[in-house]
């Protein structure tokens, strides 16, 4: 068994495997004894059909799947070996008749790769934001413990300091064709949420006011605040949707006390209001700190991908896209669709370029410690900082169980990672300022 590489370019090849009948013809006859041996036909007993019968109806067949399995462990063995990170998957060349009687048998695959090139990271610099908690965004954070804890107060009706739960569904047209079911959306505004706010202020209990689709598209707030995507907006499958009111309530907050602070924190780890303040200017300043690093990291990534040149393998990438996607009719289509998904396809040859020069790996142990990051975020936004860290495990590992998770999660370790060597690499240029300034700076 051989494989040959025959370069078009420098990123892209025509790899042939090559067997000898002496690579699968013993597997295949032994494959062919152990029919014989179990096969069960009218007319003979178990174990007593010819040889000569079996090898007439099954040898073909058992000699394709035999030759498959090898070419495909000699090409990969051949893509590990020589490490050839592939773009797209290997295309196989049609093969008009493979004779199974000849001393030698080809099957020939058209694959296209990265290029070798290397980034310097410390040529690259950004601005790297030392952003601090002021002590207006503290006592937000205060407060949004307090609310969480509050008291609800019935109320008449609504008035500035309300807090109304919605309920939002399409409204589906009268003439409307087949079955239509659109679970509704459920959310709480406050003033804080101006638009939604003057959307049903004015509305009494179970009042309803219809919003059109052309409405929340040209209004990305109000879209928002009532709970729907930029990419859900465009999506909608009716033109309108009713927001209704189910309730509405005034709060009385939560007292500053030793109640809230083990509610929040666990008994007995904040016993005063300023070791309160310490412990939320501490949080924040993490969060803000990680956002500011973010920061850094994507505008490096970003002249990453604005200097470096990447070259594709354009004339293997439009015959892969024919290949692996039957809706795609001709070159002309295949073409369309490369150049429009070109830049994505470099950046990511540019990202798994540094992973791969940094040795960036992913294991096991990574990914079920962000999950369980995961669940720590998810129970704060009930209130719940203090589950031990096995019942964390627990929910953590359940998590794992959904592949997708698993996929989405291994991606954040991998780039989590990979900020970690930008940080350390590339060169920051320090400033200190406001969060409010970082939040303008990063809109930029």
Do not use: C
């Not at 799947?65 to 495909?72: D, Y």
């Not at 209001?273 to 924040?284: D, F, G, I, Q």
Request: glycine share 4%; proline share 2%; net charge negative.
């Amino acid at each position: 068994m051989n494989v040959t590489a025959t370069n078009h370019d420098e990123v892209s090849a025509l790899l042939t495997v090559t067997l000898d009948k002496s690579d699968y013809k013993d597997k295949v006859e032994k494959q062919l004894i152990n029919y014989a041996k179990n096969a069960q036909v009218p007319g003979f007993r178990k174990g007593k059909v010819p040889l000569s019968m079996v090898r007439k109806q099954y040898e073909s067949g058992i000699a394709f799947e035999e030759i498959n399995k090898q070419v495909s462990e000699a090409l990969n063995n051949y893509i590990n070996d020589n490490k050839l990170r592939l773009v797209g998957q290997p295309v196989p060349q049609p093969v008009e008749d493979l004779n199974l009687n000849a001393e030698q048998l080809s099957v020939a695959f058209e694959v296209g790769y990265e290029p070798e090139f290397s980034i310097d990271l410390s040529k690259y610099e950004a601005p790297h934001f030392q952003v601090e908690a002021s002590e207006k965004e503290i006592g937000q954070s205060i407060e949004n413990m307090q609310k969480r804890f509050a008291e609800q107060v019935p109320q008449e009706a609504i008035s500035e300091d309300s807090h109304i739960a919605l309920e939002i569904s399409q409204v589906v047209e009268e003439d409307a064709e087949g079955a239509h079911n659109h679970p509704p959306k459920s959310t709480v505004v406050n003033a804080e949420k101006k638009a939604a706010f003057e959307l049903v202020k004015g509305l009494k209990m179970d009042e309803s006011v219809k919003v059109s689709k052309e409405e929340l598209q040209n209004n990305e707030d109000l879209a928002t605040e009532l709970g729907f995507s930029k990419e859900e907006t465009a999506h909608l499958h009716h033109d309108q949707i009713e927001v209704k009111v189910k309730d509405f309530y005034g709060l009385n907050l939560a007292e500053l006390d030793q109640e809230l602070f083990d509610k929040v924190y666990g008994e007995g780890n904040i016993k005063t209001e300023e070791e309160l303040k310490e412990k939320v200017k501490t949080e924040l300043d993490e969060y803000f700190q990680q956002n500011a690093d973010v920061h850094f990291v994507n505008k490096v990534l970003e002249q990453i991908n604005e200097k470096e040149e990447v070259k594709l393998p354009e004339t293997f990438l439009i015959k892969w896209l024919m290949f692996s996607n039957e809706n795609i009719k001709d070159e002309n289509q295949a073409r369309e669709i490369l150049e429009a998904e070109r830049n994505q396809l470099k950046y990511q040859i540019l990202e798994g370029k540094l992973m791969n020069d940094n040795e960036i790996k992913l294991e096991y142990a990574d990914v079920l410690s962000q999950a369980e990051q995961l669940v720590r975020n998810q129970l704060a936004i009930y209130g719940i900082h203090h589950l031990g860290d096995e019942e964390i495990q627990k929910y953590a590992v359940e998590m794992l169980k959904d592949q997708e998770q698993v996929r989405q999660i291994s991606s954040e370790v991998g780039m989590a990672k990979l900020k970690d060597v930008i940080l350390e690499k590339a060169k920051k240029v320090s400033t200190k300022i406001s969060h409010d300034e970082f939040l303008e700076e990063i809109k930029k």
